[in-house]
């Protein structure tokens, strides 16, 4: 098949924003937090606007160093955002979760970009390095911020540590198992639908799928069992 990508116009793009607007008019008279939503909104459009402009700047430099810098700026970033669950604790759980990001995301992303994906670049090129780790690392953000908020409820109800950790890290895993039951039922995942969209054979875009599911499972669960490992069992307040 001939790869090709279509440009979405601007105006096509500001028409992708009328269910959001919807859903702020849901908000507003359900009395909920609607300038949460808008500010929300806010954000993820600038943010994804000025780090268009960023990565076309950091793809034409190909420097190594500055790569592995974005890398380690992404692992911080997430790792913050991950404990807002328990954010009270931020401060005291921080190097926990970068250490069990460490230990269980990065390992991960390693192996896939440098042995599972072939490739006739370095492996730790930007324009290829980037985008899986921000997929391997917001997983293990969300698995790790999942786990984080079910393991203090548990040790709070005075469950005991092992099984305050079976069960934060059950919960944690919720929406990747489910991800994996309904995929190809019931949804395309997005990069898989991405690829088909701009010409990709339906095969090779299955198997880069398989590649980005097992890698942000893998990476998401061991990062959340890391973290739970690293929880004091005497804690009774995360």
């Known amino acids: ?21 919807l859903l702020f008019i849901v908000f507003y008279f359900w009395d909920l937090k609607w300038k949460s939503l808008v500010y929300a909104t806010a954000r993820m459009l600038s943010q994804l606007l000025l780090i268009g402009y960023f990565l076309i700047f950091i ?25 807002y669950s328990i954010h009270e604790q931020r401060t005291k759980k921080i190097m926990h979760c970068i250490l069990s990001m460490l230990l269980g995301a990065f390992p991960v992303l390693i192996l896939v970009t440098a042995v599972v994906i072939p490739s006739e ?51 944690a895993l919720i929406p990747q198992i489910n991800s994996f039951f309904a995929v190809g039922l019931v949804a395309l995942p997005g990069m898989m639908t991405g690829q088909i969209l701009s010409g990709v054979d339906p095969l090779i875009a299955v198997r880069y799928q398989i590649v980005v599911m097992t890698m942000v499972m893998g990476g998401g669960g061991l990062s959340a069992a890391v973290f739970l490992t690293l929880s004091s069992p005497r804690e009774k307040t995360v």
């Open 1 to 21: 098949m001939k790869s090709t990508v279509v440009e979405i116009p601007f105006l096509n793009l500001g028409l992708s924003f009328i269910p959001v607007f």
């Open 59 to 83: 793809f034409e430099l190909k420097n190594v160093f500055w790569t592995f810098l974005i890398v380690l700026t992404m692992l911080v970033i997430s790792a913050w955002i991950a404990l």
């Open 121 to 171: 670049f370095e492996w730790y090129r930007p324009s290829f390095l980037i985008p899986l780790t921000g997929m391997v690392f917001s997983n293990s953000m969300n698995t790790i911020g999942i786990a984080a908020e079910r393991f203090r409820t548990e040790v709070k109800n005075n469950e005991n540590y092992k099984e305050a950790r079976r069960s934060a890290l059950s919960a």
